[in-house]
């Protein structure tokens, strides 16, 4: 199975800044997403990332809030832009192998 | 549009207790479902990926089947260690690959 790692592991950030967030994976995969899990909350997909295409965005998340880049087989990134409280929450990145799909530590996001 | 529930929220058993976790799913056709586990403060653990009514996966004290409508999680003589959230995720044909997934059922085992 896929070893993913992210970076940081949990930030503070300030009302208005910006953060991004870094997925290492230990082999080359196609696909790549980012998910958002909110309290309480399903985890949700922002968006599909695949190397050598735009990232495809779901239904509420858009580019210039979520600008994501895939420079390669084994890394993405994914910026939380303008920031404001109700961004806080947990970032996963996930890949999918061998028709599974697994997922990272997680990045916590809080928003003062 | 594609839904996931699963319940019960939450499920207190005692060690040994076996019990069940229930995922009902409506989907436009399904390319596969899968469980996780969680644990508080990490990323989802892969448990099982299923494709088709009527298949059956096993790992350790843990069994899932599949139905048209939904898939049971059984947890057999369970130990503290398998306290957890467990999640499920239906992946559709038209998904893009996407996994859709449901709130999760936190279950506490207590010895």
């Known amino acids: 199975s896929a070893v993913i790692s992210q970076k940081p592991s949990r930030d503070i950030c300030q009302r208005g800044t910006s953060l991004t967030i870094q997925c290492q994976v230990d082999s080359q995969v196609t696909m790549m997403f980012w998910y958002r899990q909110q309290p309480g909350q399903s985890l949700t997909l922002i968006a599909t990332a695949n190397q050598g295409s735009e990232a495809t965005y779901e239904s509420g998340f858009v580019i210039d809030k979520f600008p994501i880049s895939r420079p390669n087989l084994t890394f993405s990134t994914l910026t939380v832009s303008n920031m404001s409280p109700e961004d806080s929450s947990i970032y996963l990145c996930?890949?999918?192998?061998?028709?599974?799909?697994?997922f990272g530590p997680g990045t916590r996001l809080t928003v003062t | 549009e594609d839904q996931v529930t699963q319940s019960p929220e939450a499920l207190r058993l005692q060690e040994g207790e076996s019990s069940s976790l229930n995922c009902s799913y409506t989907v436009s056709g399904l390319r596969g479902l899968f469980w996780y586990r969680q644990d508080p403060g990490k990323g989802p653990e892969f448990l099982f990926t299923l494709y088709s009514a009527g298949e059956e996966k096993e790992k350790e004290r843990l069994k899932a089947t599949l139905t048209k409508k939904e898939s049971f999680l059984h947890i057999t003589a369970p130990k503290p260690e398998d306290s957890a959230t467990y999640l499920c995720a239906v992946q559709a044909q038209n998904s893009g690959y996407a996994l859709n997934f449901g709130k999760g059922t936190s279950l506490l085992v207590t010895p």
């Open positions: 996930s890949v999918r192998q061998s028709y599974e799909q697994y």
